[in-house]
């Protein structure tokens, strides 16, 4: 978890923001930016979104580093009899627990660890023709998702984002396992990357599938309802 603290200074004064990273690598950022009593409404935007914009591609560069699987990450858990899927809930949902045979709707962003966190594909980006994002529907315990998606479903409850890491044995086995990037680039570059025959020669097999899914809950609904 990254945890951020700002110090706030009188408007008309320099302010320095600092970001500390609570646990390792440490991480300090400080961002400088003077305001004065005459600054207009539109600079105070654009330092706050260039702020934000800061933070994002530290955090990308923190994810991409391997700093979320570390091991000091306490908040990271292994999920009971899931094969090794770690699991971290972003966000703990107030809704309905899925149970197997329910059809459940979801969003999520799919990486490959072994591309540097390269996103392959993101639910956010299926759009209807309407412009809305579509979510990806699956019916719970069916096989044809891989295991570790199922696994991290399981035990959310609707509203959870939860985030997953996936060890290859519980990720895809073959290329007609879902969820499947619809862009057939980013499915070749990722079924390349994932079954590349020199590399599982060579014994790296058990990093080459390692995948790192952000999951959000949308629904959940029985068969008979």
Known sequence: MIRCFARALPLGAPSITTFHFASPP????SITASHSSASSSSSVTASRRAVSLSIIAVASSVISSGYFSSPALAEFSE???SGGVKSLDLRIGDGEVPI??????IHYYGRLAAKQ???FDSTYDHKDSSGDSVP???ILGSTN???GIETAVRSMKVGGIRRVVI???QGYQNTSQE???PNFFDRQRLFTTIFNPTRLANGEGSTLGTLVFDIELVSTRRPNR
């Open 26 to 29: 440490s991480i300090t950022i």
């Open 79 to 81: 999920i009971p009899n």
């Open 100 to 105: 197997e045979g329910d059809q459940v709707a």
């Open 117 to 119: 966190g390269w996103r």
């Open 136 to 138: 990806f529907t699956f």
């Open 145 to 147: 998702v891989i295991p």
């Open 167 to 169: 060890p290859p044995s």
């Open 179 to 181: 969820p499947l990037p």
